[in-house]
């Protein structure tokens, strides 16, 4: 039985994509973005996929868990590091590197004594104002990391870009310059760049990369899609028409009677909705496939049903199928039109959409 509402992930996508990071950053090691499941795409199935990485990162401490227990060896670094020291048991006993970002951490680390050790991504604040040490508090930082026994000799050093996103806003190269010039006397590999640093600004490309959204084929910049960057998306959202019928003039469709009929038409009724992750702000007009031509949604997104306007298609019934975002239609066109940004559609996708594997 097909399921109502499914992604296909095309799995051979996510090497071009890893492909086309190497292509722009040729001598940096790659550290795959795979948290949040893998932008939605599942942590495991990605992580396979992207065997041969230099590193895996995610956010928290039970994603890198996942990974470990799930048999892969690589190197996983925890982008938010951890915040009790329960916490910090495991990426001992897991062997997961961490961020160090806050004083409480390293509280925690100088408190511990024993053979072990884990490798540490000292992280600076260069002006996202989000995690880091501002770069006057490197050095006692790092001479505080250094006598640390539990941590690796060879201690890393990152930041992450607050506006690389966009190619006219000064504020990156400033965070490029701000940490080159506070971490040059250190030894330690360095790292910097996004998706967005990778292939917009060659100056942020440093040791290490940390792509995410990339890999998932889509774009970082607003105002391009995937496909304008030689990316290709992974995944696809499909459904069908579960019913097709007319609507007279005047006539309201969905809750709120939002959408007033101004012609007569055929309507059609999609079986996805927000329960199934699709946006519940895609504005109508909002592109869908349907038998392999956009038609426009109409009406408000509803849990389980979005609706349709199928005049172009007055032979469309039941069961013909839709595609709700993938190749023919950029997920960063939807998300454009629901007023949010690709990577909240593909890592909002529910446990109710099954997924299938190209
Ligand atoms: C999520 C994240 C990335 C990847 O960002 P993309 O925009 O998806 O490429 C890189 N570094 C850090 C610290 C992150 O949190």
Redesign the pocket.
């Given at each position: 039985m097909i399921p109502a509402a499914y992604a296909i992930l095309d799995l051979d996508a996510v090497q071009h994509n890893l492909a086309v990071v190497r292509h722009y950053a040729p001598d940096a090691k790659v550290m795959a973005?795979i948290?949040a499941n893998g932008?939605g795409h599942g942590l495991l199935r990605i992580a396979e996929a992207l065997q041969g990485v230099d590193a895996y990162?995610v956010?928290r401490v039970d994603e890198g868990i996942r990974l470990r227990n799930a048999g892969f060896a690589n190197r996983i670094v925890v982008?938010e590091g951890f915040t009790y020291a329960d916490e910090l048991d495991a990426f001992m006993n897991y062997q997961l590197d961490t961020v160090v970002h806050s004083s409480v951490q390293l509280e925690l680390l100088d408190k511990r004594h024993e053979n072990n050790q884990i490798t540490v991504w000292l992280k600076l604040d260069t002006g996202m104002n989000r995690l880091g040490f501002k770069v006057r508090e490197l050095d006692s930082v790092y001479q505080r990391l250094s006598a640390c026994s539990v941590i690796k000799p060879s201690i890393h050093l990152?930041t992450?870009l607050a506006s690389a996103d966009d190619k006219n806003d000064a504020m990156t190269l400033r965070q490029i310059r701000l940490f080159d010039e506070a971490v040059a006397k250190y030894p330690g590999q360095r790292s910097i760049a996004?998706?967005?640093g990778?292939l917009g600004w060659p100056a942020a490309l440093a040791e290490w990369v940390?792509?995410?959204?990339?890999l998932y084929g889509i774009s970082?910049f607003p105002e391009l899609v995937g496909s304008q960057l030689d990316l290709k998306p992974v995944m696809s959202l499909h459904s069908r028409l579960i019913a097709v019928k007319p609507i007279e003039k005047g006539d309201t469709v969905g809750y709120g009677g939002s959408w007033r009929c101004e012609k007569s038409t055929l309507l059609g009724v999609v079986a996805i909705g927000y329960g199934d992750g699709y946006p519940r702000y895609a504005s109508p007009g909002t592109p869908v496939f349907v038998n392999g031509k956009r038609v426009p949604l109409i009406g408000r997104v509803s849990m389980d049903m979005i609706t349709v306007d199928l005049e172009t298609q007055p032979l469309a019934k039941p069961g013909d199928p839709v595609i709700l975002w993938g190749e023919h239609l950029p997920v960063e066109e939807i998300a454009h039109c629901a007023g949010t940004i690709p990577?909240t559609l593909v890592c909002g996708i529910t446990q109710r959409v099954q997924i299938v594997c190209d």
């Open positions: 973005v948290k932008y990162a956010a982008l990152m992450h996004n998706s967005a990778i940390r792509p995410g959204v990339m970082p990577y």
